[in-house]
């Protein structure tokens, strides 16, 4: 990772190339997840996991009613809910901007949250219960998609920027 994106930038509050690169990085995750999903749906449904390197590593089509290792599967819609929650927080907090490192990490959250929600909104069972579709297997750990995979790396991404003491508005603390 470049220097430019964990060094402390000048404080620029309400910075629109920082809103767009959130929202840019976000739509890049959303299309990503998205069309990784599909193909999953459209190819993997009915069929056996493609090997990609033995078995530690397969794409195999699941079903996710729950969170992160199928957690509170019968609590689709408080996951439904946190992701609206997250949204709107990210949103609102994305026009106080200071820090190109923080704006990467928010847009991979919120385009992680968007690509969750749109399963929880779209797909079966119903509106607002659906389940995501999960397909990255990694061997004794857990099945997850590339949504999860950007919320984790953002996540990531937010402690190293914290660490080093850098705020959401580029200041160092």
Known sequence: MSDDVLESPPVVTGNRHLVRVTFGVALAVVLIDQLSKYLVVTRLKDQPPIKVIGTWLQFEYLRNSGAAFSFGTSFT??????????????????????????????GGLLGGAVGNLIDRVFRDPGFLRGHVVDFVYVQNFATFNLADSAIVCSAILMVILSLRGIELDGRRS
């Open 77 to 106: 819609f408080v996951f439904t809910a946190i992701a609206v929650a997250v949204v709107v927080v990210i949103v609102r907090t994305s026009r106080k901007l200071g820090s190109l490192g923080w704006a990467i990490a928010l």
